[in-house]
């Protein structure tokens, strides 16, 4: 992946973080993703059309359309009513950034990816980082956390949706699949908005928030996420969570003021080697696959360059 990606994917992706706690902390959350799913699918619709971009159908669409429950409803659900559990956004970070262990544990299981040593130890290391990330509200409510296990459920989504996203779905333009899976998060998010209590605590920087959340994340931010995923791989991509928790901390201490505690610094830590060790381990799987077969991985790679040649050139 060449560095101006990784760079411009981890920032946006990190200032979803410090977003979404503000727009929640001024708006009722399953509001803010109404907002956000609604407006985002517009945009990336819009988009879509004006580009000419052929929107999936049959089985293809389908497939994006688990995609898009899977990455963006079950993710942004349980992450924002976790943050509305009082989950910190470095902390949301940390336990999200563990998407490279779950993505290496689904990738096993369903795309046939050895598990290896280096891999196995990147797993016992992301556990570990999840618990001293989540060490000290464990703590405070006696073993049970309600937002540990809603951000859990917001990393399994994650997870699964870029690995259904690369199996079922590289072939699709980011921008007709992005502008599908918000179309189609709407509805569990609208669903939800009108059984839970809406509430607007302060309007001025309500606005603000939920426009940074629509154009900066779900627009700009998942996009360029989910094109990097049809590009280089969900495994590659999910390697930008080595450094995403620590961006994110940056910004939601000049944003929000929130300091990251002992356990959240040792979880950052932990899991940053984590990752490291996941994505050498795949790269070193890579460069043995290379050498078994040097034409396989540059016959997959071409086809997907032409693939989204169009969308590359404009």
């Known amino acids: 992946m060449p560095l101006r990606t990784a760079a411009i994917v981890t920032v946006t992706y990190a200032l979803g973080y410090p977003i979404g706690n503000m727009a929640v902390h001024a708006m009722s959350p399953m509001a803010v993703l109404v907002f956000r799913f609604g407006l985002a699918g517009l945009i990336l619709g819009l988009w879509a059309v004006i580009a000419r971009v052929p929107l999936p159908r049959g089985r293809k669409l389908g497939h994006v359309l688990v995609t898009g429950l899977l990455m963006q409803a079950v993710q942004f659900c349980a992450l924002y009513f976790a943050i509305q559990n009082g989950a910190p956004a470095v902390l949301c970070a940390v336990l999200i950034a563990m998407n490279p262990v779950a993505t290496a544990l689904l990738a096993a299981a369903f795309l046939r990816d050895r598990l290896t040593p280096g891999r196995i130890v990147a797993l016992v290391l992301g556990v570990a980082a999840v618990l001293a990330a989540c060490a000290s509200r464990l703590i405070a409510e006696g073993g049970f956390d309600p937002a540990v296990l809603l951000l859990m459920v917001a990393l399994l989504g994650l997870a699964a949706g ?103 610094g040792v979880g950052l830590a932990l899991g940053a080697l984590a990752c490291w060790l996941n994505g050498r381990s795949a790269a070193t799987k890579s460069g043995e696959q290379r050498q078994d077969d040097p034409g396989r991985d540059g016959r997959r790679e071409d086809a997907v360059e032409a693939v989204h040649q169009p969308a590359v050139t404009r």
């Open 162 to 264: 870029g690995v259904y996203q690369q199996k079922f779905c590289a072939d699709v333009d980011f921008r007709a699949s992005t502008a599908v899976q918000n179309a189609v998060a709407f509805v569990p998010a609208g669903i939800l908005a009108l059984v839970t209590p809406f509430e607007v605590h302060d309007a001025t920087k309500a606005a603000f928030a939920v426009a940074g959340v629509v154009l900066l994340n779900a627009v700009l931010g998942v996009s360029l996420y989910v094109r990097a995923i049809n590009l280089h791989g969900a495994s590659a991509v999910s390697m930008l969570f080595c450094v995403i928790p620590a961006v994110a901390g940056v910004l939601s201490y000049f944003m929000l003021g929130e300091r990251v505690d002992l356990g959240i």
